[in-house]
DNA sequence: CATGAATGAGTTTTCATTCAT
DNA sequence: TATGAATGAAAACTCATTCAT
């Protein structure tokens, strides 16, 4: 019973820390996490030594999920598809989640052992799928993880910081597609943009 | 006479800030700022009325200087290539100040009358360049304003915060240019992507 | 039981600041006040979210202390005493407090609500003793609240700036109630001032 | 030519000082009265070594003026009146200087070489007033200077520091006065307050 | 285990005073 | 001699972290 307890705390904690850092930006307080999940301070300390353990945490459950949608997409999907859709997905979360990585990079977060063991993980699910693609012809050949991943984090970034309607960041991230696939891949007279949704 | 001293401490402030911000991100110390200018906290305070202030100042001369930049393209580079070479300068700017934005987001440095002003300036002068380039066939037409300003931003951001080589930045440019160009402008089998000069 | 070493240091932080400010006037620190109370500015802090909160609720001790003694009066006293006895303990109350009123006024401490509310209750007390004391014939009839006040404040701020020794306070305060007394109610001849006690 | 500048500035910034005291209390700034002054902080400081003698400066000559008024009244008044009104003139100067004093007890002026030789001068210039008074029984006799003293000073900082309306100050005055008469100096029946001029 | 009061180093900002021009 | 830019000590206030209850 104590152990639920604590882990529905650590629980409540992440949650409420990953709000109140949205909202607030890196100058959030533990004091206001704390009273957000409805806890003490000291219990925030009990679970997360520092306050930059606690934002680590966070990312690292975010990168988690990620890491999962990733494993899913490689069985579920097609390998044409299963890049760029997985690429969408983790811009579709960055948008999600206003100015979080923002908070997190101010707070001087550094790539611990637990990150690092787990930027691995991405960068070795992303090459997989970046490769699967390439291979059956829907991303050009002379690109490599470099470039999709610096391509990947300006999206990312943009899609969080930004205030961009949804249909202009679809708009963003199909031209960016464009210029990853192979001429051949794009439909004759190219991808035409489509306007139809966009929100005044 | 003493003006032109008073112009130097602000000249000099400015740089040091621009550095320290640079080094030490949001949190840099005034104390530390003045230190490094070799003038006294109550310099830059005179200069400066407020830790905010001194950084808006500091994004208001990027920008007037990217402002000049742009408007030295319009006349001395063809329609072709000017908006591309803007596009790329900007990102160059933004690698070249090492989280010097994420500085500045992270003091809460709000859009204020002269800023504002300044961001329609930047996005006529983007926005002319952009129609120049459609016009002459260097750009895909079906795209506008806001997808190019999000890519710009991605662009910037990926730029400024991550830690990429010159050639991989340049690939990952080279790769959002090709999406952007009509099929029509890129060469057959594409723009193939140089790898030559590629660092360690 | 927490909150029995909260409300002590609360206490203590009030005693001390009353000394430190008498003593230092109005530019007192408050790292100061928090060394004299034993605990860390922080501390300070947690109770008084600011040096004018703390110096108002100084000011707000007082004049309960105050309220609750012409309370007493008005049942323990005569009507014919009352209102000089308490005329006399507000005044005995700003000598022993030396320039505190001063350092108070000098933090620009304003009236706000709680304080506002006080100061009407400080004015019921006083007009309910006065009245009193002018239907038994104590107090002269054409004199009103305004004019106490007045006389009331001046004798306080000798009494707290000036550096009077007693018997001379005594025998102004004599002068004055001899001021406020219908002329038959003094002794004919007058009161004749005290001189027996008066200090070197 | 030079000296008359000189000495026109250092009246300007003395009534300047004396202005922007009143305003905003003791933490009023150098810069401040130097700008109303119309001078820069240099020749504030040429004029005066220092903030406190700068306030120093302004009590002397306020005192300086009220000495020449005790004189003009010893000579042009009779004794009979010349005490009251001397006393009335001082509380009168006080309350056309709101808490002036105030912001100079607030700065921690001390009494300096100079200023206790003026508080001599003005305590002679009292006693003489006082007891030409007493001499021709419009005081009672058996009061002295340090009440005398006492009743003056908390007459002169609640004219200065409270916010009372003309009459109500003259009928406390009248009242104060009444106490200070010897009782057969008092119109029988006393000395009716005046209600007829009271402001709304 | 949870709580939240206490701590105090650290930061921003102010302002009297100095001094180069 | 006047000026006002520069100086930097001082002071108010914040907040991550600890620890008694």
Redesign the interface.
């Known amino acids: 019973m104590m152990r639920a307890d604590a882990a529905r705390n650590r629980a409540r904690v992440l949650a409420a820390a990953e709000v109140v850092l949205g909202e607030q930006?890196?100058?959030a307080r533990m004091d206001e996490i704390a009273r957000r999940a409805g806890v003490g301070v000291g219990t925030v300390y009990r679970h997360f030594a520092t306050k930059e353990a606690l934002y680590a945490a966070i990312i690292s459950a975010r990168v988690e999920l990620l890491l999962q949608a990733a494993a899913r997409l490689r069985t579920a999907a097609t390998p044409k598809t299963a890049f760029f859709d997985f690429f969408t997905q983790i811009v579709a979360d960055a948008a999600g989640r206003k100015s979080l990585t923002?908070a997190l990079?101010?707070a001087?977060v550094d790539p611990k052992a637990e990150q690092s063991e787990q930027r691995t993980r991405m960068r070795a699910a992303l090459t997989e799928l970046l490769h699967d693609a390439q291979r059956v012809g829907a991303v050009?050949p002379?690109?490599?993880m470099?470039?999709v991943l610096?391509?990947l984090?300006?999206?990312?970034?943009?899609?969080e910081?930004?205030d961009?309607p949804g249909p202009?960041?679809d708009?963003?991230l199909a031209?960016?597609?464009?210029?990853?696939r192979?001429?051949t891949a794009?439909p004759?007279?190219?991808n035409?943009?489509s306007?139809a949704a966009e929100l005044p």
Do not use: H, K
Not at 153 to 159: D, W
């Open positions: 930006g890196p100058a923002d990079r101010g001087g050009r002379d690109i490599d470099p470039e610096a391509l984090r300006g999206a990312s970034l943009a899609a910081t930004g961009y202009v960041l708009r963003a031209v960016l597609f464009d210029g990853v192979p001429p794009r004759s007279g190219g035409r943009l306007r």
